[in-house]
Each structure stands twice: as C-alpha cells, then as structure tokens.
C-alpha cells in the first residue's frame, strides 16, 4: 500500500531520485544533481560557475596546521613586510587546487533572511560575497577562496593573476535527502577580502 506524490505534476523534467522511503514517495528532486547541472552546466543548461582556486591550508599527521618558517618564535606572526615567498604573508604553509562554483554579493539588511535574496538593480551595498560549493568540497575556517582575474569570456587570463582572496565567515552545509549535504554556502565578508590592487 503506497502512494506517489509527483513534484512537478505538469511534466516538468526536473531531475528525480528513484529511491523510496518508508512512506512509498518517490520522484524526489536529487538537489546534487541540480546543483552539477546550474554550476558545471547539463543537458539542457550551460554552465553557470566559475573557476575559482581553493587555498588549503598544509597540515601534519595531527591535523594540525603546519607554520611557515618566516613566522617569528616570540610574536608568532608571519613576515608581512617582506612578503615571505613561501606563504605571501599567510603564516601557514599552503596549497592550492582548482574549485569550480558559483558566486554572489549578498547584503546584510534583513540578516540571514536576506541573505539569498537576489538584489535589486542599483546601489549595491555589499556586505558579503557567498560561494555556492558542491557538497564534497573540504574547507575549513583557515582555507581562502582566491577569485582568478577573468577574461571578456570568463576564463582566466594567462598567466594567473589572483584578484581577491576570501576568508570564510560561515561556512553551512545545506541538508536534505536523510540529512546528507546537498551543497555548500561559504560566507565571506567583503571587508576583510584581500585584494591585488590595494
């Protein structure tokens, strides 16, 4: 004894999961699924993401984040003056990766409410840009998000020139499906970004 409950009834070809529940529902909206077809684009959508590079911090055996060696013993800060060339004033040894996802400026009125509210056309005051990233991505609090400078096209100039690089505020994973991560918002404030051309 079962029931379907269709989410788009008038034949809407949103992706679906096939699996059931304990309740006989099915046709269920895989969001990981939407979310690969809007950011890296699909069968019936281009691609809306960018290409963004995943600062992540170096760690040891015990998770621990590695220091540079340009980090002072006594005040335990990094050589910003010079700019050390091992981790450009970081404090930590890093690395980083390729990240494909999409990006937004979001205002604070209105707190968290507002805060995937699109924007009117105008005036933007914005208080924060927030990265939409896929559900296996690994970051933490000392990782960075570094905007690439772009071309007319959207794709990197050559060679690669860091715009802006972004520490994460908020990071929240977005639940659904059984509570599984559906994608990742990374809330970045836009007073702390550092960026090239300051």
């Keep these: 004894m079962g029931f379907k409950r269709k989410l788009f009834p008038k034949g809407n070809t949103a992706h679906t999961l ?3 529940d304990s309740t006989g529902l099915t046709s269920e909206v895989d969001l990981r699924k939407e979310f690969d077809d809007i950011v890296f684009g699909g069968p019936s959508s281009i691609a809306h993401g960018r290409r963004l ?3 992540k911090i170096r760690r040891d055996e015990n998770n621990t984040p590695i220091k540079c060696a ?3 013993e006594i005040t335990d800060e990094p050589d910003t003056e010079n700019s050390c060339p091992y981790c450009l004033g970081e404090g930590y040894f890093w690395d980083e990766q390729w990240l ?3 990006a937004t400026y979001i205002g604070a009125d209105g707190g968290q409410a507002n805060r995937i509210r699109g924007l009117s056309a105008g005036t933007i ?3 924060y840009r927030i990265f939409y990233l896929r559900y296996d ?3 933490s609090y000392k990782d960075k998000i570094v905007e690439l400078k772009l071309d007319t096209e959207g794709d990197p100039v050559v060679p690669y020139d860091r715009e802006s690089i972004y520490k994460p505020q908020t990071i929240v994973r977005y639940r659904s499906d059984g509570g599984r991560t559906e994608y990742l918002a990374v809330y970045c404030n836009e007073q702390d970004a550092i960026r090239a051309d300051e």
């Design 18 to 20: 096939d699996s059931k």
């Design 53 to 55: 590079l995943l600062r």
């Design 100 to 102: 494909i996802g999409y």
């Design 70 to 72: 340009c980090v002072d």
């Design 137 to 139: 991505t690994e970051i």
């Design 125 to 127: 005051r914005a208080d």
